[in-house]
Nanobody, 115 residues
Framework: QVQLAESGGGLVQPGGSLRLSCATSGSIFHIYDMGWYRQAPGKQRELVAAISRGGATNYADSVKGRFTISRVTIKNTMYLQMNSLKPEDTAVYSC?????????WGKGTLVTVSS
């Protein structure tokens, strides 16, 4: 059973940076498409960034140019580098692994952007 565990969330001031990590329980990047999602209070969960098995990336318009998704296969870890953070980036961020009809979620990590 594949498991995902996020870390790296916290409180940061507007304009600051954070790097989120998603540790996987095994070598899955060649099998699963991966992504970062977020859910702000009172809002629906949305896709923030994704990286396919082949390494192609895509981003939500709201984070383009500020966030970068990456992965390190040897560490079985995916990252989300977040720069120039804004208060509207405040949310619970979760990582996701998807393979056809199989979808796996981590428990999430809270990011709060506030002065």
């Amino acid at each position: 059973q594949v498991q995902l565990a996020e870390s790296g969330g916290g409180l940061v001031q507007p304009g600051g940076s954070l790097r989120l990590s998603c540790a996987t329980s095994g070598s899955i990047f060649h099998i699963y498409d991966m992504g970062w999602y977020r859910q702000a209070p009172g809002k629906q969960r949305e896709l923030v960034a994704a990286i396919s098995r082949g390494g192609a990336t895509n981003y939500a318009d709201s984070v383009k140019g500020r966030f970068t998704i990456s992965r390190v296969t040897i560490k079985n870890t995916m990252y989300l580098q977040m720069n120039s953070l804004k208060p509207e980036d405040t949310a619970v961020y979760s990582c996701n692994a998807d393979r056809g009809g199989i979808t796996i979620w981590g428990k999430g990590t809270l990011v709060t952007v506030s002065s």
